[in-house]
Protein backbone atom coordinates (compact mmCIF):
# COMPACT_ATOMS: atom_id res chain seq x y z
CA UNK A 1 0.00 0.00 0.00
CA UNK A 2 1.63 3.25 -1.18
CA UNK A 3 1.85 6.43 1.51
CA UNK A 4 0.34 8.85 0.48
CA UNK A 5 1.82 12.32 -0.02
CA UNK A 6 1.01 14.54 2.61
CA UNK A 7 1.78 11.46 4.49
CA UNK A 8 5.71 11.89 3.75
CA UNK A 9 5.64 15.22 4.36
CA UNK A 10 2.96 15.02 7.78
CA UNK A 11 5.95 16.10 10.07
CA UNK A 12 9.46 17.74 10.18
CA UNK A 13 10.80 14.52 11.95
CA UNK A 14 9.28 11.93 9.47
CA UNK A 15 10.74 14.39 6.62
CA UNK A 16 14.19 13.77 7.97
CA UNK A 17 13.85 9.89 8.59
CA UNK A 18 12.63 10.08 5.05
CA UNK A 19 15.39 11.53 3.45
CA UNK A 20 17.66 9.68 5.53
CA UNK A 21 16.02 6.51 4.69
CA UNK A 22 16.97 8.12 0.48
CA UNK A 23 20.82 8.58 1.91
CA UNK A 24 20.23 12.65 2.17
CA UNK A 25 21.08 13.28 5.37
CA UNK A 26 19.82 17.10 6.43
CA UNK A 27 19.59 19.03 9.88
CA UNK A 28 15.91 20.13 10.94
CA UNK A 29 16.27 23.86 8.98
CA UNK A 30 16.23 22.22 5.63
CA UNK A 31 13.61 19.43 6.90
CA UNK A 32 11.60 22.20 8.12
CA UNK A 33 11.57 24.39 4.71
CA UNK A 34 10.41 21.43 2.98
CA UNK A 35 7.92 20.91 5.54
CA UNK A 36 6.59 24.45 5.19
CA UNK A 37 6.91 25.06 1.33
CA UNK A 38 4.33 21.87 1.35
CA UNK A 39 1.71 23.23 3.50
CA UNK A 40 1.87 26.83 3.02
CA UNK A 41 2.40 26.15 -1.22
CA UNK A 42 5.92 28.27 -1.14
CA UNK A 43 8.44 27.73 -3.31
CA UNK A 44 11.80 27.41 -2.10
CA UNK A 45 14.89 29.64 -2.83
CA UNK A 46 17.70 27.64 -1.27
CA UNK A 47 21.25 29.66 -1.39
CA UNK A 48 24.78 28.62 -0.37
CA UNK A 49 28.08 27.35 -2.14
CA UNK A 50 28.17 24.85 -4.88
CA UNK A 51 28.67 21.44 -3.67
CA UNK A 52 26.50 21.16 -0.64
CA UNK A 53 22.99 19.50 -1.64
CA UNK A 54 20.69 22.33 -3.31
CA UNK A 55 20.21 20.33 -6.42
CA UNK A 56 20.37 17.71 -4.53
CA UNK A 57 17.89 18.46 -2.14
CA UNK A 58 15.27 19.04 -4.89
CA UNK A 59 15.75 15.45 -6.60
CA UNK A 60 15.47 13.36 -3.27
CA UNK A 61 12.60 15.15 -2.68
CA UNK A 62 11.16 14.02 -5.90
CA UNK A 63 12.38 10.59 -4.95
CA UNK A 64 10.60 10.42 -1.65
CA UNK A 65 7.44 11.83 -2.95
CA UNK A 66 7.70 9.26 -6.22
CA UNK A 67 7.04 12.74 -8.27
CA UNK A 68 8.28 13.59 -11.61
CA UNK A 69 11.77 16.43 -11.04
CA UNK A 70 10.76 18.83 -13.87
CA UNK A 71 14.77 20.70 -14.13
CA UNK A 72 15.09 24.21 -15.78
CA UNK A 73 18.53 24.74 -15.83
CA UNK A 74 19.40 28.47 -15.98
CA UNK A 75 21.85 30.18 -17.76
CA UNK A 76 22.75 33.91 -19.26
CA UNK A 77 20.04 34.60 -22.24
CA UNK A 78 17.71 31.90 -21.05
CA UNK A 79 14.30 33.64 -22.10
CA UNK A 80 10.39 31.93 -22.81
CA UNK A 81 10.89 29.99 -25.39
CA UNK A 82 13.18 27.72 -23.51
CA UNK A 83 11.66 28.19 -19.91
CA UNK A 84 7.93 28.53 -20.85
CA UNK A 85 6.91 27.48 -24.53
CA UNK A 86 7.47 27.79 -27.95
CA UNK A 87 5.70 27.25 -31.20
CA UNK A 88 5.59 23.91 -33.35
CA UNK A 89 6.80 25.69 -36.04
CA UNK A 90 6.94 23.12 -38.64
CA UNK A 91 3.54 21.87 -37.93
CA UNK A 92 2.22 25.18 -38.25
CA UNK A 93 3.81 25.16 -41.40
CA UNK A 94 2.12 22.16 -42.53
CA UNK A 95 -1.41 23.38 -41.03
CA UNK A 96 -1.22 26.33 -43.49
CA UNK A 97 -0.61 24.71 -46.77
CA UNK A 98 -3.13 21.96 -45.79
CA UNK A 99 -5.48 25.50 -45.14
CA UNK A 100 -4.32 27.07 -48.80
CA UNK A 101 -5.46 23.46 -50.65
CA UNK A 102 -8.65 23.39 -48.72
CA UNK A 103 -9.51 27.40 -49.17
CA UNK A 104 -12.07 26.91 -52.22
CA UNK A 105 -13.79 24.51 -49.82
CA UNK A 106 -14.27 26.23 -46.80
CA UNK A 107 -15.24 29.59 -48.83
CA UNK A 108 -17.53 27.95 -51.03
CA UNK A 109 -20.76 29.65 -51.49
CA UNK A 110 -19.43 32.93 -49.78
CA UNK A 111 -20.37 36.35 -50.89
CA UNK A 112 -18.40 38.94 -50.12
CA UNK A 113 -15.33 39.77 -47.80
CA UNK A 114 -17.87 39.63 -44.86
CA UNK A 115 -18.87 36.52 -45.81
CA UNK A 116 -15.49 35.13 -46.09
CA UNK A 117 -14.00 36.27 -43.17
CA UNK A 118 -17.27 34.59 -41.17
CA UNK A 119 -16.70 31.35 -43.06
CA UNK A 120 -13.06 31.25 -42.20
CA UNK A 121 -13.92 32.51 -38.23
CA UNK A 122 -16.20 29.53 -38.48
CA UNK A 123 -13.85 26.91 -39.65
CA UNK A 124 -11.82 27.41 -36.17
CA UNK A 125 -8.18 29.17 -35.97
CA UNK A 126 -6.03 26.28 -34.38
CA UNK A 127 -3.25 27.90 -35.90
CA UNK A 128 -2.29 29.52 -32.39
CA UNK A 129 -3.46 26.79 -29.91
CA UNK A 130 -2.30 23.87 -27.64
CA UNK A 131 -2.18 21.50 -30.74
CA UNK A 132 0.63 23.33 -31.93
CA UNK A 133 2.29 24.37 -28.36
CA UNK A 134 5.48 22.59 -26.55
CA UNK A 135 5.46 23.02 -23.26
CA UNK A 136 9.11 23.80 -21.98
CA UNK A 137 9.78 23.28 -17.96
CA UNK A 138 7.58 25.98 -16.37
CA UNK A 139 4.15 24.81 -18.71
CA UNK A 140 5.15 21.52 -18.08
CA UNK A 141 5.73 21.53 -14.44
CA UNK A 142 1.93 23.29 -14.49
CA UNK A 143 0.57 20.45 -16.65
CA UNK A 144 1.78 17.56 -14.90
CA UNK A 145 -1.51 15.44 -13.81
CA UNK A 146 -0.32 13.87 -10.96
CA UNK A 147 1.90 17.33 -9.10
CA UNK A 148 5.79 17.11 -9.76
CA UNK A 149 8.71 18.70 -8.03
CA UNK A 150 9.89 21.78 -10.41
CA UNK A 151 14.25 22.24 -10.11
CA UNK A 152 14.93 25.87 -11.42
CA UNK A 153 18.21 25.23 -11.24
CA UNK A 154 20.94 28.25 -10.77
CA UNK A 155 19.07 31.06 -11.42
CA UNK A 156 21.31 33.36 -9.82
CA UNK A 157 22.65 32.66 -13.72
CA UNK A 158 19.85 33.57 -15.65
CA UNK A 159 19.12 37.70 -16.15
CA UNK A 160 17.14 39.99 -14.29
CA UNK A 161 14.67 39.95 -17.10
CA UNK A 162 14.24 35.99 -16.70
CA UNK A 163 13.37 36.46 -13.54
CA UNK A 164 10.63 38.96 -14.18
CA UNK A 165 8.93 35.78 -16.54
CA UNK A 166 8.97 33.71 -13.01
CA UNK A 167 7.40 36.06 -10.72
CA UNK A 168 3.42 34.75 -11.86
CA UNK A 169 4.57 31.30 -11.96
CA UNK A 170 5.93 32.01 -8.06
CA UNK A 171 3.50 33.48 -6.80
CA UNK A 172 0.37 32.15 -8.21
CA UNK A 173 1.79 28.84 -10.54
CA UNK A 174 0.14 30.40 -13.46
CA UNK A 175 1.42 30.92 -16.78
CA UNK A 176 0.19 33.88 -19.11
CA UNK A 177 0.29 32.65 -23.13
CA UNK A 178 -1.00 35.94 -25.00
CA UNK A 179 -2.75 33.41 -27.78
CA UNK A 180 -4.18 31.28 -25.38
CA UNK A 181 -4.66 32.23 -22.25
CA UNK A 182 -3.68 31.61 -18.49
CA UNK A 183 -2.22 28.24 -17.63
CA UNK A 184 -2.96 27.72 -13.84
CA UNK A 185 -1.99 24.30 -11.90
CA UNK A 186 -4.85 22.21 -10.53
CA UNK A 187 -5.66 23.63 -7.04
CA UNK A 188 -4.10 20.02 -5.42
CA UNK A 189 -1.45 19.48 -8.21
CA UNK A 190 0.59 22.31 -7.61
CA UNK A 191 4.78 21.73 -7.67
CA UNK A 192 6.80 21.88 -5.64
CA UNK A 193 9.34 24.26 -6.22
CA UNK A 194 13.06 24.78 -5.59
CA UNK A 195 15.21 27.28 -7.29
CA UNK A 196 18.67 27.56 -6.51
CA UNK A 197 21.31 30.08 -6.09
CA UNK A 198 25.09 29.83 -5.66
CA UNK A 199 25.32 33.61 -4.82
CA UNK A 200 27.19 34.58 -8.08
CA UNK A 201 24.72 37.91 -8.10
CA UNK A 202 22.27 39.00 -6.18
CA UNK A 203 18.56 38.10 -6.66
CA UNK A 204 16.02 41.16 -6.82
CA UNK A 205 13.64 41.14 -3.95
CA UNK A 206 10.40 40.77 -5.89
CA UNK A 207 11.43 36.99 -6.49
CA UNK A 208 12.72 36.97 -2.96
CA UNK A 209 9.35 37.86 -1.36
CA UNK A 210 7.85 34.80 -3.12
CA UNK A 211 10.19 32.41 -1.50
CA UNK A 212 11.03 30.99 1.78
CA UNK A 213 14.84 31.67 2.18
CA UNK A 214 17.22 28.50 3.19
CA UNK A 215 20.66 28.07 3.08
CA UNK A 216 22.70 25.48 3.13
CA UNK A 217 26.36 25.98 3.89
CA UNK A 218 29.24 23.93 4.25
CA UNK A 219 28.37 21.29 6.74
CA UNK A 220 30.07 20.92 10.31
CA UNK A 221 32.43 17.63 10.79
CA UNK A 222 29.79 15.38 12.60
CA UNK A 223 27.17 16.10 9.91
CA UNK A 224 29.89 15.79 7.09
CA UNK A 225 31.02 12.31 8.69
CA UNK A 226 26.96 10.90 8.60
CA UNK A 227 27.12 12.24 5.50
CA UNK A 228 30.23 10.39 4.10
CA UNK A 229 28.88 7.21 5.70
CA UNK A 230 24.98 7.49 3.89
CA UNK A 231 26.97 7.78 0.72
CA UNK A 232 30.05 5.74 0.87
CA UNK A 233 29.20 2.72 3.49
CA UNK A 234 32.05 0.82 2.49
CA UNK A 235 34.76 3.28 3.98
CA UNK A 236 35.71 2.79 7.72
CA UNK A 237 35.22 4.69 10.26
CA UNK A 238 39.41 5.33 11.20
CA UNK A 239 39.15 6.85 7.16
CA UNK A 240 36.00 8.32 7.29
CA UNK A 241 37.26 10.78 10.39
CA UNK A 242 40.79 11.26 8.93
CA UNK A 243 39.26 12.87 5.31
CA UNK A 244 36.52 14.70 7.10
CA UNK A 245 39.37 16.19 9.05
CA UNK A 246 41.22 17.13 6.14
CA UNK A 247 38.50 18.52 4.55
CA UNK A 248 37.64 20.56 7.47
CA UNK A 249 41.10 21.84 7.87
CA UNK A 250 41.30 22.76 3.89
CA UNK A 251 37.78 24.18 4.43
CA UNK A 252 39.91 27.00 6.73
CA UNK A 253 42.16 28.03 4.25
CA UNK A 254 42.39 31.28 2.20
CA UNK A 255 41.53 28.99 -1.23
CA UNK A 256 39.85 30.05 -4.71
CA UNK A 257 37.60 26.98 -3.90
CA UNK A 258 37.16 25.12 -0.89
CA UNK A 259 36.28 21.36 -1.10
CA UNK A 260 32.46 20.83 -1.01
CA UNK A 261 30.36 18.00 0.57
CA UNK A 262 30.35 16.61 -2.96
CA UNK A 263 34.39 16.48 -3.50
CA UNK A 264 34.14 14.95 0.05
CA UNK A 265 32.27 12.35 -1.35
CA UNK A 266 34.36 12.23 -4.83
CA UNK A 267 37.43 11.80 -2.52
CA UNK A 268 36.22 9.06 -0.42
CA UNK A 269 35.18 7.08 -3.34
CA UNK A 270 38.46 7.50 -5.02
CA UNK A 271 40.23 6.27 -1.78
CA UNK A 272 38.33 3.27 -1.46
CA UNK A 273 39.21 2.85 -5.39
CA UNK A 274 43.12 2.75 -4.16
CA UNK A 275 42.21 0.34 -1.34
CA UNK A 276 43.22 3.23 0.77
CA UNK A 277 43.10 2.04 4.59
CA UNK A 278 45.15 5.45 6.21
CA UNK A 279 45.82 9.13 4.64
CA UNK A 280 49.67 9.75 4.10
CA UNK A 281 51.00 12.91 2.43
CA UNK A 282 52.10 11.31 -0.60
CA UNK A 283 48.19 9.56 -1.19
CA UNK A 284 47.20 13.41 -0.57
CA UNK A 285 49.28 15.00 -2.70
CA UNK A 286 48.11 12.56 -5.25
CA UNK A 287 45.21 12.73 -4.92
CA UNK A 288 44.45 16.19 -4.23
CA UNK A 289 42.87 17.33 -8.05
CA UNK A 290 39.77 15.27 -6.74
CA UNK A 291 38.92 18.02 -4.29
CA UNK A 292 40.71 21.19 -5.12
CA UNK A 293 39.54 22.49 -8.98
CA UNK A 294 42.44 25.18 -9.13
CA UNK A 295 45.71 24.75 -9.44
CA UNK A 296 46.59 27.98 -7.46
CA UNK A 297 44.53 26.17 -4.64
CA UNK A 298 46.35 22.51 -5.54
CA UNK A 299 50.02 24.70 -4.61
CA UNK A 300 49.14 26.66 -1.64
CA UNK A 301 48.22 23.34 -0.14
CA UNK A 302 51.44 21.44 -1.48
CA UNK A 303 53.43 23.36 1.12
CA UNK A 304 50.93 22.08 4.01
CA UNK A 305 50.29 18.80 3.20
CA UNK A 306 52.15 16.79 6.10
CA UNK A 307 51.02 19.04 8.84
CA UNK A 308 47.10 18.45 7.95
CA UNK A 309 47.87 15.16 7.08
CA UNK A 310 49.47 14.69 11.01
CA UNK A 311 46.01 16.76 12.36
CA UNK A 312 43.78 14.38 10.41
CA UNK A 313 45.83 10.97 11.60
CA UNK A 314 44.98 11.89 14.89
CA UNK A 315 41.32 11.51 14.78
CA UNK A 316 40.03 8.54 16.78
CA UNK A 317 37.90 5.62 15.46
CA UNK A 318 34.57 5.48 17.77
Known amino acids: MSI ?16 ESLNYIC ?10 AYHLEKPVLIEGPPG ?6 AKTTAEMLSLPCVRLQCYEGLDESKAIYE ?6 LLYTQVLKETLSEILEGAKGLTQSVSKLHDFGDIFFSEQFLEPRPLLKALKEEQGCVLLIDEVDKSDHEFESLLLEMLSDFQLSIPE ?19 NTREISDALKRRCLHLYIPFPDADLEEKIVRARVPDISNKLRLQIVSFIQELREMDLKK ?9 WARTLILLNTEILTPDLVRDTLNVILKFQEDIETVQSEIQTITNKA ?4 DH
Do not use: C, H, R
Request: hydrophobic share 40%; proline share 3%.
Open 258 to 266: VPAISETID
Open 180 to 198: IGTVKAQADKKPLVFLTSN
Open 87 to 92: WKYGKQ
Open 52 to 57: VGKTEL
Open 27 to 36: NTQIATAVFL
Open 313 to 316: LKEK
Open 4 to 19: KTEDKLATIGIIEKNF
